[in-house]
């Protein structure tokens, strides 16, 4: 059986010693809630994961054969084009095996949701909220523009050839 979970940073790097065994109970990939790279904004949304401890845990899941995704949020902070390539320059030198690009989403029940100004929310039907487009108006771009932009980046992260190197030569793929 392989499993795919979820555990923050901080628990892998805690756990270290206890990695081989996630691997031998079928554990084949591992998510976390990077959010950003910026210390200052994962403060402000209550997250106890600073770059150096994301980079460590994604290099403990390499060295025990455990893939890494990590998640990033667009939008916690008012990006410009140079804050995302500089969240790109990061994860490039990180370079998780897979990243997942989010764009803030008001959920009620997180911090940064509850303090989202309701004028700022361009799309009112929860149901279209798919983590994967703006729903609050960005300062810096249009939303098509945000959105665009952080597609750059995936592409710009996906299309190295060292990733692309990296999954041709990996059995494990």
């Known amino acids: 059986m392989s499993i795919f979970c979820a555990l923050c940073a901080e628990d892998v790097v ?23 790279f910026d210390d200052a904004v994962l403060g402000r949304v209550g997250k106890n994961n600073p770059h150096c401890l994301t980079t460590q845990a994604v290099d403990i899941l390499r060295r025990h054969g455990i893939l890494s995704v990590v998640n990033v949020i667009y939008g916690l902070r008012e990006e410009t084009w140079s804050s995302l390539l500089k969240t790109l320059w990061q994860l490039c030198r990180m370079s998780p095996d897979f990243y997942n690009a ?17 004028a700022r929310i361009i799309q009112a039907d929860q149901s279209k909220w798919n983590f994967r487009q703006p729903v609050i108006q960005p300062v810096n771009f249009s939303p098509r523009g945000l959105a665009v932009a952080v597609k ?9 050839p060292v990733w692309l190197i990296s999954r041709f030569f990996d059995r494990n793929q």
């Not at 989403?105 to 100004?117: A, H, M, V």
């Not at 750059?152 to 299309?159: G, I, N, V």
């Open 102 to 118: 989010l764009h803030l989403t008001p959920l009620s029940w997180t911090k940064e949701g509850r303090g989202i100004d309701p």
């Open 14 to 36: 805690r756990g270290a010693d206890w990695i081989d065994l996630y691997q031998r109970a079928g554990i084949v990939c591992l998510m976390m809630g990077v959010e950003s």
């Open 152 to 160: 750059l980046c995936e592409a710009l992260f996906y299309f190295r």
